[in-house]
């Protein structure tokens, strides 16, 4: 049964790219497919100077009027011309498909734009057939909306349409109206999106926001509760997380499921880790992989890093598959966020070898593997609603989502015209290019990692072992699979940290180093006793 096994997605390394930030191939300063394309060779060309990424997860590149960055599709079944046409899309999955790397599209189900033509027609009167496509109520009394629900960004979720005198719920931005889950006609349309794309060839699904499409039936009011923002004054009870949202996330995959080899993974935007953990069904009925938000939100601390990773191995289903991420679209790029106090480089090494050696999935971000940082963005070269909304404050999500740092040249070598947004001031030293070329560098690192993990099953799909009695700043655990052992010591402090790797039944002390980032990778060790340096990643073999 597809899910269960060795599957790629279980086994593999996925990347994402922000579409409109990795490479502009036209020169009109927006990323598109045809940059995507030149560069996968940089992705993954079948030997171990590339990246050796496995799938890509491409941001939406469905028709939309960019309004927050393509999550306002006006229509599912093409592809934005800004980034290309359908030739181009499907040029790109042959070329994907011909170097072994699988496509994942970013769908956004939950909402539409309101410039889609399903939405024109629901707005154009309330007898149109298309009105009870999404959620069309009167006010509780004249100027005020059916409740107290509010957006995730800021304000009522309600918006007031004076032609047709009712409110349309939008759980975002009002430009992004909520479709009606609960007309079989619209659960109909969104199966047919997913079925279309997956006879394209497509290898999988980002589902965007899969927990909110369904609200209360009764619109219930959420209870109040303390928070640091008004999204978070309410207790989301009855406009996320409901149980039809999962009954759907189910269909969904059994759709999936009869496609071989395709997968789901989804976006469980929630305070409550339990209900990240619930999208994954038993393991075989739901999502295949689940993001959990906890592991990406933590500080730099060895002990809060594995308190998270515990409590996920200790809450999946029998059946279910983690996976971890530190960076995408939504977050402050980590290289800014962990790396203050000056050790940003050794500790971008640390992250990594984290991320691409815990049992799950890992998942990295356009850029990661350079080290580009969290840029700040001029408030008039803004793009991101919400950046724009409210500033000064710094919420915005424009500076995650910077153009690559391909070269040193003009505008990185993203592209020969000005950029959408501006290139961070970091280039110059901070570039594929140069870490291309310097054997030390965070890039060469990743590409080390990866590429081992791909010949380590004990990497891929082994079994975890968190090491017990390790000394404050030391996250040390093991991954086992047959005879296969692997140990990985994760010095978290600018000090040196000793520890042991315990003897068990099938072996002695004696390991041999698979990756070190202090160099001496080959050499055969006594585990009885290591001395890790400061800021020390290190992984091991078993002999």
């Not at 993954?44 to 309004?67: K, Q, R, V, Y």
């Not at 995730?152 to 009606?180: C, I, K, M």
């Not at 110059?428 to 010949?455: C, F, H």
Request: aromatic fraction near 12%; glycine fraction near 8%.
């Amino acid at each position: 049964m597809t899910g269960r096994g060795n599957a790629w997605w279980k086994k593999g390394v996925i990347y994402q790219i922000s579409v409109a930030s990795f490479s502009d191939s036209d020169a009109d300063g927006l990323g598109d497919l045809r940059g995507i394309i030149n560069n996968l060779d940089y992705i993954n060309d079948g030997t171990p100077h590339s990246l050796g990424a496995d799938a890509i997860w491409l941001t939406p590149i469905n028709a939309s009027p960019m309004l927050d960055f393509g999550y306002d599709v006006s229509d599912y079944l093409s592809i934005n011309p800004r980034f290309g046409n359908m030739e181009v899309f499907e040029e790109l999955l042959d070329a994907c498909h011909g170097r072994g790397i699988k496509v994942i599209m970013d769908m956004v189900l939950n909402h539409t734009s309101s410039e889609h033509p399903w939405f024109v027609e629901s707005r154009s009167s309330r007898d149109n057939p298309k009105r009870d496509w999404y959620v069309w109520r009167d006010g509780r009394s004249p100027g005020r909306p059916p409740n107290r629900w509010v957006a995730v960004v800021e304000g009522s979720a309600w918006q007031y349409d004076d032609d047709t005198r009712q409110f349309f719920y939008h759980a975002f931005l009002p430009f992004q109206p909520d479709l009606n889950w609960r007309n079989p006609e619209v659960r109909a349309a969104m199966f047919d999106v997913i079925r279309f794309w997956l006879d394209k060839g497509v290898d999988g699904f980002r589902l965007d926001l899969i927990n909110f499409l369904y609200e209360d039936v009764l619109l219930r009011e959420n209870p109040r509760r303390f928070g640091m923002r008004p999204y978070d004054w309410q207790e989301h009870l009855y406009d996320r997380s409901q149980p039809e949202s999962l009954e759907a996330a189910k269909e969904l995959r059994r759709i999936t499921d009869e496609y071989p080899g395709r997968m789901m993974m989804g976006e469980v935007y929630t305070d409550t880790p339990e209900d990240a953990v619930a999208y994954l069904g038993d393991g075989t009925d739901a999502l295949h992989l689940s993001f959990y938000l906890d592991f990406a939100q933590r500080k730099w601390n060895a002990g809060d890093f594995r308190e998270s990773v515990e409590w996920l191995e200790g809450h999946l289903p029998p059946a279910g598959w983690p996976c971890y991420y530190l960076n995408n679209h939504d977050l402050p790029r980590t290289y800014t966020r962990l790396g203050r106090g000056g050790d940003a480089e050794a500790r971008a090494k640390v992250a990594a070898a984290m991320t691409l050696t815990l049992r799950g999935t890992p998942i990295i971000y356009y850029g990661e593997e350079i080290g580009m940082p969290m840029s700040r963005i001029p408030r008039k070269m803004m793009d991101d609603p919400i950046g724009k909304k409210f500033w000064p404050i710094p919420v915005g999500r424009d500076g995650s989502r910077t153009p690559m740092q391909w070269s040193g040249e003009k505008n990185a070598g993203f592209s020969q015209g000005e950029p959408w947004l501006p290139v961070d001031s970091s280039y110059v030293e901070r570039n594929m290019a140069l870490q291309d070329r310097d054997p030390a560098s965070l890039l060469n690192w990743y590409r080390r990692l990866i590429w081992t993990r791909g010949k380590k099953p004990a990497l891929q799909c082994g079994n975890y072992r968190a090491l017990g009695g390790t000394p404050k700043g030391v996250y040390a655990y093991v991954r086992e699979r047959g005879e296969e052992r692997i140990a990985v010591m994760l010095n978290f402090v600018s000090r040196e940290r000793s520890l042991a790797v315990p003897r068990d039944e099938r072996g002695g002390s004696t390991w041999r180093i698979l990756l070190s980032t202090h160099g001496e990778e080959g050499a055969e060790i006594d585990a009885s006793l290591i001395t890790l340096q400061p800021l020390q990643a290190l992984v091991l073999e078993g002999i």
